[in-house]
């Protein structure tokens, strides 16, 4: 489906005007203003083929933008809009929608079904090809953290022990006070100068000097025999 240009601008123009009156709080009792929200959220979605084309990729991703600005999130479909992405195979965009669902319960339910059935390395590189620039940036960084989270809980370094993404994770690792079980991965994959690589950028990290002529060996006993 190709939307006709003059409709097209309509809903530039409607886009425009809702974003621009946003801060109008007496507007958002007006059950119109919820439909013309709905109406310029979805119009990308049903014009768009799998995969998007580039305009297509590129409304989707101005939608998004739009959903993120949108003042009455509570009225919409937020699960069905990730679905909608989803289905397109944009899965960043989709874990987002399911990031801005009001409710914490609903939220987190929502967001362990999709990791537990989404492949969190292409996620990884969406969010690094669609999402590092302009305003989404901020949020990509959010979906960035969970991803990374889920893989540290869910202990799947062997997936990303070759991954371009290993650094990241070992950095997010770090961040979570979690090195000795990447440790403990690493040297059961007798990989025992990155282990001990790991832990000292880890402690200079934390401020605590490893001397330089200490044995890998000596680093890691000296780690793994400290309370984390």
Known sequence: MKYPLPLVLMIQYLRKVLIAVTGIH??????????????????????????????????????????????????????GIAKQYAQLDLPAFALGCLLLIPQPEKREQQIQGFLSSSNPEAILQQVD??????EVAGFASQIRCLILDNIIHE?????????????LLKLQVMNNNRVKELVEYLLSKNCA???????TEY??????SI??????????????????
């Open 26 to 79: 007496s507007l958002w009792q007006i059950p119109n203003f919820s439909r013309a929200w709905r109406t310029v959220i979805l119009a990308p979605f049903l014009a768009a083929s799998c995969p998007p084309n580039p305009k297509q990729l590129e409304a989707c991703c101005e939608c998004f933008v739009t959903l993120l600005k949108c003042p009455v999130l509570a009225d919409l479909d937020v699960i």
């Open 129 to 134: 090809e669609c999402m590092n620039t302009g």
């Open 155 to 167: 202990k799947q370094y062997e997936k990303f022990s070759k991954s371009k993404y290993f650094p």
């Open 193 to 199: 100068d990155d282990a001990a690589a790991l832990v």
């Open 203 to 208: 402690q200079e990290r934390c401020g605590n």
């Open 211 to 228: 001397p330089a002529d200490l044995l890998p060996c000596d680093i890691l006993k000296m780690f793994l025999s400290t309370p984390q």
